[in-house]
């Protein structure tokens, strides 16, 4: 069964520093998302993109955070100057058509810790 | 926006007995409620979803209804095994997905 990827499972970067999460999504899935899930906690959207471009995003998601499809098959989160508070869980989703009604697939996710 | 509530937030259950996650939702327009299961060091895999226009889907083990009225929706496992030891998500979707807290469920020997 097709899976979502995602590189590495995990990563450790110093405070301020800029990180780059990422995920290759199934092949023929038009709708991608990124998700966080602090230790313990719930998961939270944080992002969906289609057609090269955002299209909802949570308060979560500030300047902080950008997306890119830089290429037919990878999906990035970047994360700029991050904060002790970054650390999570991200976790990567595709689904074939839109948020309503499609089921999203998820990754294994990416542990980023911010030391 | 949309809220989504829980409960419970662990359940132990004896292995064979039958295991229900309660959840609530606040948005009457939220039409699809996705399921997942996520184990130890994975992400939340999706094992069952149900859509506004039916109340209840089944398959094998696992089975969930939904009351639009109340705003509730419920997951049912039916002669739980070891295996099913995992946390337990609902969600509720409108323009995008919102999770609730999660159940931690045990199975015991």
């Known amino acids: 069964e097709p899976e979502v990827t995602q590189t590495p499972s995990h990563q450790v970067t110093q405070m301020g520093q800029e990180v780059i999460l990422r995920c290759v999504p199934i092949?023929?899935?038009?709708?991608f998302y990124w998700y966080r899930q602090i230790l313990g906690q719930k998961v939270e959207f944080l992002v969906s993109?289609?057609?090269?471009?955002?299209?909802?995003k949570s308060e979560i998601f500030d300047d902080q955070f950008s997306v890119e499809r830089p290429d037919g098959s990878n999906f990035t989160l970047k994360i700029r100057s991050t904060k002790l508070e970054d650390s999570a869980m991200y976790f990567c989703?595709?689904?074939?058509?839109?948020?309503?009604?499609?089921?999203?697939?998820f990754g294994d996710g990416t542990r980023l810790s911010i030391l | 926006g949309e809220n989504v509530e829980q409960h419970p937030s662990t359940l132990s259950v004896q292995e064979g007995d039958s295991a229900v996650i309660k959840c609530t939702y606040s948005d009457s327009a939220s039409n699809y409620f996705p399921w997942y299961k996520q184990e130890l060091g994975k992400g939340p895999q999706l094992i069952i979803d149900?859509?506004?226009?039916?109340g209840e889907k089944k398959d094998q083990r696992i089975a969930v209804t939904l009351n639009k009225t109340a705003k509730h929706f419920s997951l049912h496992i039916t002669e739980t095994q070891p295996e099913d030891s995992a946390v337990y998500f609902c969600?509720?979707?409108?323009?995008?997905?919102?999770f609730g807290k999660g159940t931690r469920l045990h199975i015991l020997p």
């Open positions: 989703a595709s689904s074939q058509q839109g948020a309503d009604n499609q089921p999203q697939h």
């Open positions: 149900i859509r506004s226009n039916v």
């Open positions: 092949s023929n899935h038009l709708y």
């Open positions: 993109f289609y057609n090269n471009e955002i299209s909802e």
């Open positions: 969600a509720a979707l409108d323009d995008k997905i919102i």
